[in-house]
């Protein structure tokens, strides 16, 4: 999103009305967020989200980034329908999708038969290469490489925006373990 919009792309995010949804967040880093009724006021299915996402936007972008697990083929091509010219998807699961990128970032991905459940022409970014991070772990990056000697002295964990059944909290435990002591 940061990157898109530096580049003069209008970035805006659609969010349902649930616990945990990142709206503040987004608004806090200043792009456009809109909000959908939860899916159990809206009952809503795959084209029906489709529908609505657009219709908050007010017009079919050009270009539509999904991450969402809950989201797949039904709701690509009712996107196309309404006019969306190009999906971009996130997406670590093997399954269908009707789109012209697909981003799967897992050390695996290569693996998992991909190109089998797109349409031929879509472009596959696969593998940690494609990890869409911040601009500023660049930085972060450039500065730490000339550090390097061959040991780990930093550990990031991270599951994402929400975690079921508290995985940090277990590994950072396992890394607390004197087998890992620097």
């Not at 970032?105 to 940690?128: F, I, K, Q, T, W």
């Amino acid at each position: 999103a940061w990157v898109l919009r530096q580049r003069g792309e209008r970035v805006a995010f659609v969010c349902r009305d649930l616990p945990g949804n990142l709206l503040e967040v987004i608004r806090a880093a200043g792009f456009e967020a809109f909000v959908l009724p939860s899916a159990e006021v809206s009952g809503s299915s795959e084209e029906r989200d489709a529908a609505e996402t657009l219709a908050v936007l007010g017009q079919a972008p050009l270009r539509v980034v999904v991450d969402h697990y809950g989201l797949g083929a039904a709701w690509e091509r009712a996107a196309r329908f309404a006019g969306v010219r190009s999906l971009v998807v996130i997406d670590d699961l093997a399954r269908l999708h009707d789109c012209d990128v697909l981003v799967d970032v897992n050390l695996s991905a290569g693996a998992m038969g991909h190109e089998r459940l797109v349409p031929p022409g879509c472009d596959l970014l696969l593998g940690p290469s494609f990890a869409l991070l911040h601009p500023g772990f660049l930085v972060v990056r450039a500065r730490t490489a000339a550090r390097r000697d061959g040991h780990v002295h930093r550990v990031l964990v991270s599951f994402g925006g929400g975690e079921v059944g508290a995985p940090t909290r277990a590994v950072v435990e396992a890394l607390a373990d004197p087998r890992f002591a620097l």
